[in-house]
């Protein structure tokens, strides 16, 4: 059973990078053909996809973060990261992982969220 | 890109049938079978309910269906219960190799 988990700062001040691993456990992340995306939901909001990266190392960004964004994988360490530059408090938000197969456009395993709240 | 269109509540008595509606264009909803619809409960991750429009993964209650017509794709709750009380969000793969979701719908069991 494929499980993620993400982690980083809870806490980003306005104008920095926030940055957040995903670690995924039961299965290796380069194994087969999967995309693994980064999905966010501002409290009280609805969810906005940010971007995802294949396993070959493509990516694809929404084009309202693309010039903010980078998306990147670490096979050795079974993670892939999201890195957000000149943060500001509209990107404090419930940040999720999420994972899709390749030819099977929809997220089947989603990591369990966490808070990014951005403030001085 | 814009977020997907989707009524804000939708209400039902226990055992009714309840529909969402999710509205987009033909670069995303209408040009693509791959809508998908996810149930969120407070405070958890978001769990896929239907897939490539009408497909329930392993697991799902058959009370959940979802079709589509044109831009618009829809999501049925039938035979209504306490435990389906949550958010519903729409989302569709995109022309342009992206993923764009719904405004998200608040399912109230009266």
């Known amino acids: 059973q494929v499980q993620l988990q993400e982690s980083g700062p809870g806490l980003v001040k306005p104008s920095q990078t926030l940055s957040l691993t995903c670690t995924v456990s039961?299965?290796?992340?380069?194994?087969?053909?999967?995309?693994w995306s980064w999905i966010r939901q501002p409290a009280g909001k609805g969810l906005e996809w940010i971007g995802r990266i294949y396993t070959s190392g493509s990516t694809n960004y929404n084009p309202s973060l693309k010039s903010r964004v980078t998306i990147s994988v670490d096979t050795s360490k079974n993670q892939f990261s999201l890195k957000l530059s000149s943060v500001t408090a509209a990107d404090t938000a419930v940040y999720y992982c999420?994972?899709?197969?390749?030819?099977?456009?929809?997220?089947?395993?989603w990591g369990q969220g966490t808070l990014v709240t951005v403030s001085s | 890109q814009s977020a997907l269109t989707q009524p804000a509540s939708v209400s039902g008595s226990p055992g009714q049938s309840i529909t969402i509606s999710c509205t987009g264009t033909?670069?995303?909803?209408?040009?693509?079978?791959?809508v998908s619809w996810y149930q969120q409960h407070p405070g958890k991750a978001p769990k896929l309910m239907i897939y490539d429009v009408s497909n329930r993964p392993s697991g799902v209650s058959n009370r959940f269906s979802g079709s589509k017509s044109g831009n618009t794709a829809s999501l049925t709750i039938s035979g209504l219960q306490a435990e389906d009380e949550a958010d519903y969000y729409c989302s569709s793969y995109t022309s342009s190799s992206t993923y764009v979701f719904g405004t998200g719908t608040r399912v109230s069991v009266l």
């Open positions: 033909s670069s995303d909803v209408g040009g693509y079978n791959y």
């Open positions: 999420a994972r899709n197969s390749y030819g099977f456009l929809y997220f089947d395993y």
């Open positions: 039961g299965g290796s992340i380069s194994s087969g053909s999967y995309y």
